[in-house]
Nanobody, 127 residues
């Protein structure tokens, strides 16, 4: 059974940093398109960052987080990370990871209907 488990969320002040983790079990994240999404109360879910975990994988970022967030992965740990720096109150949301065994270049990474999702981790940024 496939599980994606997010962790690393919490409450920090604006300007601070957090690193989210998405650990996969029952599933290998290599050669996957993996994405981070977020949903704030009363708002639609939005894509934040995505990357292909195979050779030559590109990374993709929403304009709102470019230069502040970095997506990465560790194949040995079967884990995807989202480093979030210079956090703003508007980054407050539940953050989810998603995975699909496809090349990101073949899809619209923030609109694709990923098969596997985690349960989410809450990020709260205070001003």
């Amino acid at each position: 059974q496939v599980h994606l488990v997010e962790s690393g969320g919490g409450s920090v002040q604006a300007g601070g940093s957090l690193r989210l983790s998405c650990a996969a079990s029952g599933y290998t994240i290599s050669n996957n398109c993996v994405g981070w999404f977020r949903q704030a109360p009363g708002k639609e879910r939005e894509g934040v960052a995505a990357m292909y975990t195979g050779d030559g994988g590109a990374s993709y970022y929403a304009d709102s987080v470019k230069g502040r967030f970095t997506i990465s992965h560790d194949i040995a740990k079967n884990t995807v990370y989202l480093q979030m720096d210079s956090l703003k109150p508007e980054d407050t949301a539940m953050y989810y990871c998603a995975a699909e065994r496809i090349h990101c270049g073949m899809v619209l990474v923030f609109r694709y209907k990923y098969t596997y999702w985690g349960q989410g981790t809450q990020v709260t940024i205070s001003s």
